[in-house]
């Protein structure tokens, strides 16, 4: 009798307490308020980057705004910036993605030298860069020659030269953000897809990249939009020549000796159309990988 009414409860007990749900998900990080030391130089670096942009606002010509940015000039240089930048871009995805395998997950001598090459034209201004590329793909340059001796062809002062020189300048950012995702991947899941048969080619196609494309398209996003926004090699490699060079940034540069409220009319719009393609990246792939 007693085993049984023990039995009995042990099965009220039971039915009482039903087995916990599944979390779906993981449960979002509880945000804490930071220390008043991170907090005050945080707000200092937060205004640095804000207040210029505050002023840039306040200083627009508002009313002639839309005459400004409708001109003749600034289509006809916005069209050119974007032409330019879509095609640099997709260049920098051809070369930058299997770039950014190579160095995540290579196992080649001289690695670390060529990451820290690849890595060079964030930190080198962007006139040198021009420059470096007069020196390669000049008339006279070190290849430049042989292509206009053997080829005729001649790539300074062209709309060619401002997608090299907007690649130039744009492609570590590709390279860096593919390299990152890819060590931040388990490769456990390539290697038990390779144990059951699958060819490299399968797993890196199949496997790796759909792992990763998050962080291809945030580097590609990046580096479109550097490549809107570069102007020292642009204007050192390819010149300043309307309807054929003149990119939106080299546009402002010389609006800015004629007419300021035009530069800062033109400057408005390059920032609208950066902080665009900005919210996209984050709105569409940032939240995507958190959740």
């Known amino acids: 009798m007693r085993s049984a009414s023990r039995d009995a409860r042990a099965g009220t007990v039971s039915r009482a307490a039903p087995a916990p749900r599944p979390t779906r998900g993981r449960r979002p990080r509880a945000r804490r308020a930071p220390p008043l030391a991170l907090l005050v130089p945080a707000l200092a670096g937060a205004a640095l980057l804000i207040t210029p942009l505050a002023a840039l606002v306040a200083a627009a010509p508002w009313a002639d705004l839309p005459r400004l940015a409708t001109s003749p000039e600034v289509v006809q240089a916005l069209g050119l910036s974007l032409r330019t930048a879509t095609v640099a871009t997709a260049a920098c995805m051809l070369v930058g993605v299997p770039l950014g395998w190579v160095l995540a997950r290579g196992d080649l001598p001289g690695l670390g030298v060529l990451r820290a090459?690849?890595?060079?034209?964030?930190?080198?201004?962007?006139?040198?860069?021009?420059v470096a590329l007069l020196m390669l793909l000049g008339r006279r340059g070190l290849l430049g020659r042989h292509l206009d001796a053997w080829f005729g062809v001649t790539l300074p002062f062209?709309?060619?030269?401002?997608?090299?020189?907007?690649?130039?300048?744009?492609?570590?950012?590709?390279?860096?953000?593919?390299?990152?995702?890819?060590r931040a991947t388990d490769p456990a899941v390539e290697d038990a897809a390779a144990t059951l048969g699958a060819g490299r080619w399968?797993?890196?196609?199949?496997?790796?990249?759909?792992r990763v494309a998050p962080g291809i398209a945030a580097g590609?996003?990046?580096?479109?939009a550097r490549a809107l926004g570069e102007f020292g090699a642009t204007l050192?490699?390819?010149?300043?020549?309307?309807?054929?060079?003149?990119?939106?940034?080299?546009?402002?540069?010389?609006?800015?000796?004629?007419?300021?409220?035009?530069a800062v009319a033109l400057s408005l719009v390059l920032v609208a159309l950066s902080l665009a393609v900005l919210v996209a990246l984050r709105g569409r792939w940032v939240g995507g990988v958190r959740a």
Request: proline share 11%; charged share 10%; hydrophobic share 55%.
């Open 202 to 210: 399968y797993v890196v196609r199949r496997v790796t990249l759909p």
């Open 158 to 182: 062209t709309p060619a030269a401002v997608v090299v020189a907007q690649a130039f300048v744009a492609l570590p950012f590709l390279v860096v953000s593919v390299e990152g995702t890819l």
């Open 236 to 262: 050192t490699f390819a010149g300043s020549f309307p309807g054929t060079t003149r990119t939106m940034p080299l546009a402002i540069a010389l609006a800015l000796e004629r007419d300021p409220d035009a």
């Open 117 to 130: 090459l690849v890595t060079v034209p964030l930190v080198l201004p962007p006139v040198v860069g021009g």
């Open 220 to 224: 590609a996003v990046l580096c479109f």
